[in-house]
């Protein structure tokens, strides 16, 4: 594992990310069964449907991550990855209804029909996000030696995000904002991750390509 590969972010700016990306996780989730509700009520086994499918989602997405991760990681391929879960988050929003009530009209059992609408809306969304994190750890480890204890830190991290973001929706944004403006706010939070990413990539390279001032007046 070299360092040149694994230092392609600042570590602050990944341990940031990890945070932002299961803070946006958990609050889509938490919202799933609101979003749900008008077709196929909020009984236990509608948030039964919508835990499974975000479970199986981010188990998707954390081997295509790990995947991924071996092949030459970059911030560009990292920046993609919540531009991306940006762009299929917006249909939870535009067109939920138009998703959930052929669906609705087809299925009789709201076990079922809420499973289905969960895989429409929030499974490719999820598998994204899920990518982050082995990924994140892929850039934060420097060496074998401590990659135990960075892939610890980044989970934990994450795992914070994860709470805040359900304490947060649960107890606090329900309160304040509709449901799509709350969307909005997290396709908003993930697009902005996706462009600082970009931009402290660009600043690093630009300050790597800058010349060596004492080096550059010596050769003056």
């Known amino acids: 594992m070299s360092d040149k590969q694994a230092r392609v972010l600042p570590r602050a700016i990944i341990a ?28 236990l086994s509608v948030w039964g ?16 991550g790990g995947r991924l991760s071996t092949r030459n990681p970059s911030a560009n391929t990292y920046a993609l990855f919540f531009i991306c879960a940006a762009i299929f988050s917006l249909p939870v929003i ?17 076990r079922y029909g809420s499973l289905f609408a969960s895989i429409f809306l929030f ?12 990924y994140s750890v892929r850039l934060m480890v420097e060496s074998e030696k401590d990659s135990g ?5 980044l989970y934990f991290i994450s795992t914070l995000g994860s709470a805040a973001g359900t304490l947060g929706t649960s107890f606090y ?22 462009c ?17 001032p004492s080096y550059a007046k010596k050769r003056a």
């Open 94 to 110: 535009f067109f939920a209804d138009f998703i959930m009530e052929p669906i609705f009209l087809a299925i009789e059992d709201p």
């Open 196 to 212: 600082a990413i970009l931009l402290s990539d660009y600043l690093q390279n630009l300050n790597t390509r800058s010349p060596n």
């Open 149 to 153: 204890q960075m892939a610890g830190l």
């Open 173 to 194: 944004f329900v309160l304040w904002f509709e449901i799509n403006q709350i969307l909005w706010g997290s396709v908003i939070a993930l697009i902005f991750a996706g």
């Open 123 to 134: 499974f490719i969304p999820t598998s994204i996000l899920g990518m982050i994190s082995p």
């Open 16 to 43: 940031s990310m990890a945070f932002v990306s299961g803070f946006c996780i958990m609050t889509i989730e938490m919202l799933g069964a609101r979003i749900l509700s008008p077709y196929f009520g909020g009984s």
């Open 49 to 64: 449907s919508i835990i499974t499918i975000f479970m199986l989602a981010l188990a998707l997405g954390y081997l295509l």
